[in-house]
């Protein structure tokens, strides 16, 4: 017996090398009559003498198997949490239940003359396709150069084996689950760019009644060898986590992946992180990472906020990021947001996010064009309070590019069809998610105090509390209306001239 570490030869029987003090992993079975741990393939157990070989069923695990099925089982603790699994998992029961079965027989070949010329024109039309490709227009090629190609990812490693299974077995070879910590996920990444291959994979501990954690592990292929290496930790307390797709409501593949930006590769995951004792209408936060591969260094965005319970009854979390996106890695971040269905209205964010990016590149590039938006938008502005004091319907200017500054936004709202901004100074801006155009809504004269926005009840007009009032603004038929008039109080009759002296000759009389 050989030592996994040192390959020192080890006298049968060893629990740690004589010379490295490795422990020693041995494949051992219980066996079912007295259940001591014994040698693998054993027909009698050499303990008790029992028959083992016949009586071995799928209920029989290895002994290293069964403890580490104790050291990943849940604390009471995460009663909370699978209840949150129950009800997600229970609308979804339906969805999206393909199996993707493996096959590693190989296909009889058949090489004939009409094989070959298939497969010949095959290659062309690729070769064609490629080709075309390269020819694309200029936005691919600027989307290119600043993400580059992602890095080739597989559901089973060279050999055909599972990465998870792997990704188990190595870490346990090499005594990393003695933190009772279970795997959150794992994936494949075959060799490319004269990199080895290699296995990403996650393995965490979810108990916000003491102390929560996950670790990330890259294991390096190496001749015929994995070598584990730890490559990042972080402790959460009282936080509740969960790294399951049917929870984030997303499709497989898209968290974990390893992804290419500005040349630099990245371990991109995504999870639910819950505090203690939450509930519907508590706070919740949906977190996002990527962690760089090269220098080991990560950049998280969090999208916090209430938790909700949509039409379907699964529960979603209506966040906003926490930190500023202000670098590549925050903005590949807050696009992924999209593709997590468990961060409720998405289409919010996206808007808000073009908003940003387009604001950034007028300031950069000092559009020229802004003081004629600005003017443009002025003269809307007059045309409009003209309409709102007759009551007529305007002329809706749109614009292809925001119209005000998203640092100035005081609150918005949304429908099916728009998005509603009020900024600090009272006016009113609109955004249509179908043609993707600005207008301009309501604004005062001068800058004033904000304005609050909120919908009728089939959501078509928009109730504006300004300083002069409350103003409507039809969102189908562009038609503003001024605020109502109050209502004349109605005249009371004066007492009578002659009252007076009767009151006041009584009063002399009593007197």
């Known amino acids: ?102 096959n590693d027989t190989p296909a009889k070949s058949t090489f004939n003359r009409n094989l070959i010329i298939g497969i010949a024109g095959i290659v062309a039309i690729i070769a064609l396709l490629m080709c075309l490709r390269g020819c694309g227009n200029d936005s691919d090629r600027v989307e290119n150069e600043t993400t580059g190609n992602d890095p080739e990812q597989v559901q089973l490693t060279a050999d055909g084996r599972d990465p998870v299974a792997v990704f188990n077995e190595e870490l346990a070879r090499n005594n990393f689950l003695g933190d009772g910590a279970q795997t959150a996920t794992a994936i494949s990444v075959p060799e490319h760019d004269g990199k080895p291959a290699c296995i990403l994979g996650i393995t965490f501990v979810s108990n916000p009644a003491t102390r929560s954690f ?7 292929k190496n001749g015929n060898a994995w070598k584990p290496e730890l490559k990042d930790q972080k402790y959460i307390n009282g936080r509740s986590l969960s790294f399951n797709e049917t929870e984030l409501m997303i499709e497989p ?118 003081a004629v938006a600005e003017k443009a938008v002025a003269e809307n502005v007059a045309a409009s309070n003209e309409a709102l004091n007759a009551g007529e319907k305007v002329e809706r200017k749109t614009y292809d590019k925001p119209i005000f500054k998203m640092e100035n936004k005081h609150s918005s709202i949304s429908n099916d069809e728009y998005i509603v901004f009020s900024d600090k100074d009272g ?66 009759e004066t007492p009578a001239k002659t009252e007076a002296p009767a009151k006041a000759e009584e009063k002399t009389e009593t007197e």
């Not at 009471?76 to 699978?82: F, G, N, R």
């Not at 992946?257 to 519907?280: C, M, S, T, W």
């Not at 038609?479 to 109080?489: L, R, S, V, W, Y």
């Open 1 to 102: 017996m050989k030592c996994p570490k040192c390959g020192n030869n080890v006298p049968d029987g060893s629990a740690f090398c004589n010379q490295c003090g490795t422990k020693i992993v041995t494949n051992e079975t219980l066996c079912p009559a007295c259940n001591e741990p014994i040698p693998a393939g054993s027909v009698y157990c050499p303990k008790c003498g029992k028959i083992v070989k016949n009586s071995q069923s799928e209920e029989t695990k290895t002994y290293n198997q069964k403890k580490q099925e104790e050291a990943n089982e849940r604390p009471t603790a995460q009663k909370q949490h699978e209840e949150w699994k129950r009800k997600n998992a229970q609308s979804r029961k339906n969805e999206n239940d393909e199996i993707i079965e493996y």
């Open 253 to 370: 593949g898209v968290s974990p992946r390893v992804v290419k930006i500005e040349d630099n590769e990245y371990f991109f995951f995504a999870y639910i992180n819950l505090p203690q004792g939450y509930h519907v209408g508590g706070n919740g936060r949906v977190s996002m990472c990527l962690f760089n591969l090269t220098d080991n260094t990560s950049t998280t965005l969090d999208y916090d906020g209430l938790i909700k319970v949509g039409d379907d009854g699964r529960q979603y979390i209506d966040g906003k990021p926490l930190q500023s996106v202000n670098t590549i890695q925050a903005k590949f971040l807050q696009q992924q947001s999209a593709s997590i269905k468990v961060i409720a209205n998405p289409e919010v964010v996206k808007a808000e996010e073009e908003i940003q990016v387009e604001e950034v590149k007028i300031e950069e590039a000092k559009n020229p064009n802004e």
């Open 427 to 492: 006016a009113v801006f609109g955004f249509d998610k179908s043609t993707r155009k600005y207008f301009v809504m309501y604004a005062p004269s001068t800058p004033g105090t904000p304005t609050d926005i909120s919908f009728s009840g089939d959501k078509s007009q928009v109730y504006m509390r300004t300083a002069s009032g409350v103003r409507k603004y039809s969102l189908k038929s562009s038609k503003p209306e001024a605020p109502a008039k109050a209502e004349t109080p109605a005249k009371t």
């Open 214 to 220: 996950y670790k990330i592990y890259q294991l390096t």
